[in-house]
């Protein structure tokens, strides 16, 4: 082999010598006379033609690459036709015909390469412009042909050399001269050696590398080979080509190797390339033969980038910088970049960057800035994302399905079994599980979350060092709670013990104030019947006194007789034909009109609405003005202030009424309630059954239960006692016949000898009822007075509640108008039971209610109607509240006690020492007596209050009971609310999948535009020619620009801004279960040592990066728009630029670094 390889090397061929002497002879006498005193003249119009040739450019375009047509030109590449050489001293401008010269124009752009885009204009040139064009082009082709022809080395004899096998110094001076013929020679060039010779370059690679024991000439040889693919790849066939061979990626990947620095730096700069024009196959590439070169190596497969980091070379580390920003940032999948990104930081990263910011270097720091911004956007971005799932993991039996679902059938599901197998182990009491979950679960959350960005050492079995002053302060919290909810139930206990005390206080004074008026007639008629005794003792005839401003007179009893009444009026006149009849009396001399057009207490009439379409109705029960009272609510109702043409509009395009449907009212289920028969009382052996059940319950000596019974000793005696005793005791006249059988004593059952010991009480059945009314009279006591003031407390507030007065204008007003041209329009009241009504009334779309409708509108305009809920807080327990229970109730305590006063006073004399009957029993009934007449007074007053509160809102006690009213309006309020709870889960649903929408349109968005950024990379070059695609690539690199922008972030809107804050207050509904949430979040030491950096470098700053790429104009078009959009959206920016690490926004970033 090495006697077959040529020995020419670099030089030039003999024939193709001779050919370019002989061209030289031909051209001798031109060439001396431009040689000689006038070649400095020529010279200078050559550079003075250059530089107006090379002034041509497109409308509208700056910072093209200077001399572009001299730099970029290449004989090679041009096609001319035989019969035109490019030679000018054998045809010269004026040999040249205009269409030989058109011609050569032509072939002169089409070796340009321009589009027809660049084309017009040069086209549109004068003919005269255009001639010194192509004259120039073929003087420069020329001389560059003869200079370059005496080097220039054709592709297959670069392929013959590395068919040779050679691995020496030779190899690397024809590895040199390939390289330098790559780049010089033109994009044909470079095609008949890629065709073969790109495969011998990565056989070489390849053989090298798998060598066992490298030498340095071997160490040089790759990098040289490293040196010819980056030149082969410096056009958009190369790079096409080196994309295309999977094995070239593989190659370079393994070729990785932070020892050789040099060549290292090179492979990185040229994976970072294909990284940002490579589609996501290409970037799955990559990685997989970054994989694999780690796995073969044993490593982790992205320490060796890491590691390149540590080189005291800069450039080695801008370069590997550069390589992890491509990595981390071409993925379209958030996940699939978080993930990246944390590999990096627990294979070093995180150790280094610190001093890699240290440095103070320009390139370094564009590096290290793309990284933090890119970091930071898509920490926001997976924040935002927890937010939105955050409400979809609160359900504890979804969570631990889940959980399962991830460690089912892996390495971790024995340990998750044995977590839960020790967690019930604790211990179980009330109040201390709680503790132990939540030291659990702050370990747990230390250990998972935590700050460091890597795993934890899982090797480390010692003592864990977690912090519980977190847990320490919620315990001290928890304590002040618990005190001050001590205090607060105490207060509460007082509050019902001065308002029970304040309801009796109104009672007695409303009583006093009775009984006063009350005497005060009386005496008024003592005083008349007193006077009129005086004045008329002669009189027999009696008649009432003269009015007051008459003075009496004792002239006689003419004088006391009133005059008679004056004579009726005379009958109307006879209607006259035609004339309205008549008015009724009591009208003579008024205009009378119909009843029907009279308006009570001057009410005025309402407004006649006319929407343009059919609305559905409401279908409320109406009130009549004739039904309504004076101070009744109706008639100081003003719905008119509510009255809104938005509000209209919007109730007309929800509510309008496409197709009358029919629907089925729901068929009432019948449920069968089986009484129970309750089985009689009789005689013989069931009384003795009875009795025998009762005794072996209590097993109390019968004599002993006799004394409890005679001195009514409450210690003992228990109310199920008595209560069995009252019904097992047999009839008196069956105790006096067990009196024979005292001397047959020990012979008879026990029943029969508890009924002989039982019957020696006196007045027995009485005496045990009486027993029982006192030990339930307190009990009975402690339910009425609650329930009376429950009911008189909602009374009050329903009627003082100015929200749900509001509330009820704005219903009024929307009844009103959908009800127009029916018989409910026109409504100036409506019974409140019509509220529970809202709801039956659907939307055109039968997508919403009109309470949601109504709902959303109090929250949006009126948001103080919302108050009636915290207004309204007695109603819960006022429509549990039967009133006809309690006066039941009431009669029966007053019954009880009338039978228990006349039991006392016919109570024979006791005739044993043990009988206390009497005497605590009338003390009793002096205190009972007391507290009746209390509850008595209590109950009086709920009554008018509750007739007030009928009268107030004309509801006919007739038809609609207080506790029906409570019922409705406790009803109406838990549809409220409920109806507020699915406004906002719609509204939540709705804006779910409005992000979902806009996330899925911003991506393909990003995508199209990745896109056409990754095409305008690799057509840059275009305006000149092919080649310098890697040049400009690795420069958008260095600058930063191939990174800027890749995914462009939309600011946050408000509401989604606002939901990464603390939940706020929701206007109708509390926040419910926050609690949890805020546990989860608050993390004393996960949040207080995460310091994440959430500001922004300024855009002007930014941009001027751009400014210093060079890059294609078609980019810095782009980049001048992402300017004037920058400065619009400046204060949007400005705004998140000054975001502080809120408690919610750390902790969702610390679970990010938890990946």
């Known amino acids: 082999m090495e006697s077959r390889r040529p020995s020419r090397d670099l030089s030039p061929a003999p024939g193709r010598e001779n050919k370019l002497s002989r061209k030289r002879a031909h051209a001798g006498g031109q060439s001396a006379s431009a040689s000689s005193g006038g070649g400095d003249e020529a010279e200078k119009k050559v550079s003075k033609f250059l530089d107006r040739f090379a002034s041509i450019r497109m409308p509208g375009n ?156 071997e160490k040089k040889i790759q990098h040289k080979v490293v040196q010819c693919l980056k030149a082969f790849m410096n056009n958009k066939y190369g790079l096409e080509r080196i994309m295309g061979e999977v094995r070239s990626l593989s190659l370079l990947a393994k070729a990785i190797d932070p020892r050789q620095p040099n060549m290292m730096t090179d492979i990185v700069k040229l994976l970072s390339a294909i990284c940002i024009v490579g589609d996501e196959n290409i970037l799955e590439n990559i990685l997989e033969a970054i994989t694999t070169s780690a796995e073969e190596r044993n490593l982790e497969r992205f320490f060796p980038i890491v590691e390149g980091l540590y080189d005291n070379s800069v450039q080695l580390q801008v370069s590997c910088m550069q390589l992890i920003n491509a990595l981390v940032t071409s993925p379209d999948d958030l996940d699939f970049r978080l993930h990246i990104r944390n590999e990096f930081m627990r294979c070093g990263l995180k150790e280094i960057l610190p001093q890699l910011k240290c440095l103070k270097n320009d390139a370094l720091d564009i590096q290290l800035r793309v990284f933090d911004e890119h970091k930071e956007g898509d920490m926001i971005e997976f924040s935002h994302r927890l937010e939105d799932i955050r409400s979809e993991v609160d359900d504890a039996n979804d969570v631990f399905n889940m959980v399962w679902n991830i460690v089912k059938d892996t390495g971790a599901e024995g340990y998750f079994l044995s977590i839960l197998q020790h967690l019930l182990l604790i ?105 009129s005794a005086i004045v008329g003792s002669d009189v027999k005839l009696q008649v009432p006194p003269a009015p007051s401003s008459v003075p009496p007179s004792d002239t006689g009893c003419a004088s006391l007789i009133p005059p008679p009444p004056p004579p009726p009026p005379p009958p109307p006149p006879p209607p006259l034909v035609g004339a309205p009849p008549a008015p009724p009396p009591g009208f003579v001399g008024g205009h009378w009109s119909p009843p029907s057009h009279t308006l009570p207490f001057g009410l005025k009439p309402k407004k006649e609405f006319k929407p343009e379409v059919t609305m559905k109705r409401f279908n409320w029960l109406k009130i009549r003005p004739h039904e309504m009272s004076e101070h009744c609510f109706w008639i100081i109702a003003n719905e008119n202030k509510y009255e809104d043409i938005d509000l209209l509009y919007q109730l007309q395009h929800i509510f309008s009424c496409q197709k009358k449907t029919k629907k089925d009212e729901d068929l009432e289920e019948k449920i069968c309630i089986k009484k129970r028969i309750k089985e009689l009382k ?159 009334t659907k939307s055109a779309d039968q997508k919403t209610t009109l309470l949601h409708f109504l709902v959303e509108v109090c929250e949006k305009r009126f948001p103080d109607l919302l108050n009636f809920i915290e207004e309204l807080q007695h109603i819960d327990r006022a429509s549990k509240v039967s009133t006809e229970n309690l006066e039941k109730n009431l009669k029966q305590i ?34 009972a007596k007391e507290q009746y007449k209390k509850m008595s007074r209590i109950h009086e007053n709920m009554e008018k209050l509750c ?209």
């Open 62 to 217: 700056r910072k093209e690459r200077p001399h572009l047509l001299v730099k970029n030109f290449h004989p090679s590449s041009a096609v001319v036709p035989p019969s035109i050489s490019l030679d000018v001293d054998f045809y010269p401008s004026k040999q040249l015909s205009e269409e030989e010269i058109l011609a050569l124009f032509e072939k002169m752009m089409e070796d340009m390469n321009l589009n027809e885009d660049r084309k017009a204009p040069l086209r549109g040139k004068d003919f005269i412009i255009k001639k010194e064009m192509v004259m120039q082009y073929i003087s420069s082709a020329s001389k560059a042909g003869s200079l370059k022809s005496s080097r220039q080395i054709s592709p297959q004899e670069f392929i013959h050399e590395l068919k040779s096998g050679a691995a020496d110094e030779r190899l690397i001076t024809y590895l040199q001269s390939l390289r330098v013929s790559l780049t010089s020679n033109t994009v044909s060039w470079v095609e008949s050696f890629g065709h073969e010779g790109l495969g011998l370059l990565l056989d070489i690679l390849e053989r090298l590398l798998n060598g066992k024991h490298q030498e340095k000439i």
């Open 947 to 1155: 007739q007030s509160l009928m009268e107030y809102y004309v509801i006919d006690p007739k038809k609609v009971s207080v506790e029906e009213l409570f019922i409705d309006l406790n009803n109406f309020k838990t549809m409220f609310m409920q109806a507020a709870k699915e406004n906002m889960r719609r509204k939540e649903a709705e804006e779910k999948q409005r992000r979902v929408k806009l996330a899925k349109e911003k991506a393909e968005q990003e995508k199209l535009e990745r896109q056409q950024k990754k095409k305008r990379l690799l057509e840059k070059k275009r305006e000149g020619d092919e080649t310098g695609v890697m040049d400009s690539l690795l420069e958008a690199l260095q600058s930063g620009a191939a990174f800027r922008d890749r995914r462009k972030r939309t600011p946050r809107p408000k509401d989604s801004e606002q939901s990464l804050s603390p939940p706020s207050q929701r206007p109708v509904l509390k926040a419910c279960n926050h609690e949890n949430q805020k546990t989860q979040l608050e993390r004393s030491r996960s949040h207080h040592s995460i310091n994440f950096n959430l500001t922004r470098a300024p855009v002007a700053k930014e941009l001027s990066y751009d400014a210093e790429s060079e890059i294609s104009k078609t980019v810095e078009k782009e980049v001048c728009s992402v300017e004037c959009n920058t400065e619009k959206g400046a204060e949007s920016v400005s705004s998140l630029s000054k975001i502080e690490c809120v408690p919610e926004v750390e902790a969702l970033l610390a679970r990010l670094r938890a990946l």
């Open 894 to 927: 007053e019954k009880q006690l009338q039978q228990l006063e006349k039991h006392l006073a016919t109570f024979p004399p006791p005739e044993d020492l043990h009988d206390k009957f009497v005497t605590k029993m009338s003390s009793f009934v002096v205190s």
């Open 427 to 531: 211990r179980n009491d009330y109040f201390v599980r709680p503790q132990y979950f939540k030291i659990i679960e702050e370990c747990v959350s230390q250990i998972v979350l935590h700050r460091s960005g890597t795993d934890p050492d899982f090797t480390y079995r010692k003592r864990l060092d977690v912090d519980f002053c977190h847990l320490l302060d919620v315990c001290i919290s928890k304590a002040r709670t618990e005190e001050y909810e001590r205090t607060a139930l105490e207060l509460a206990r007082k509050f019902e013990e001065e308002f029970t005390l304040r309801q009796e206080a109104q009672a007695q004074l409303q009583s006093k104030e009775e009984k006063i008026n009350k005497l005060e007639a009386e005496l008024q008629a003592f005083k008349y019947q007193y006077g």
């Open 682 to 840: 009789v005689l013989d052996p069931k009384v003795a059954q009875n009795l025998s059940i009762f005794l072996g319950s209590f097993r109390i000596p019968y004599e002993e239960m006799k004394r409890m019974i005679l001195e009514i000793d409450e210690t003992q005696l228990a109310e199920t006692m008595i209560q069995s005793l009252v019904k097992c005791m047999p009839e008196q006249e069956h105790l006096n016949a067990l009196t024979k059988f005292k001397n047959e004593y020990s012979f008879l059952s026990e029943p029969e000898q508890f009924g002989i010991v039982m019957s020696s009480v006196r007045s027995l059945h009485p005496r045990l009822s009486a027993i029982l009314f006192k030990l339930q009279f307190e009990e009975q006591v402690n339910n009425i007075r609650p329930d009376m003031m429950a009911v008189s407390t909602a009374c009050e507030e329903i009627r003082k509640s100015k929200s749900f007065s509001k509330l009820l204008e704005l219903v009024l007003l929307i009844g009103n108008y959908m009800n127009a041209g029916s018989r409910n329009a026109k409504t100036y009241g409506f019974n409140l039971s019509s509220l529970c009504k809202l709801k039956d």
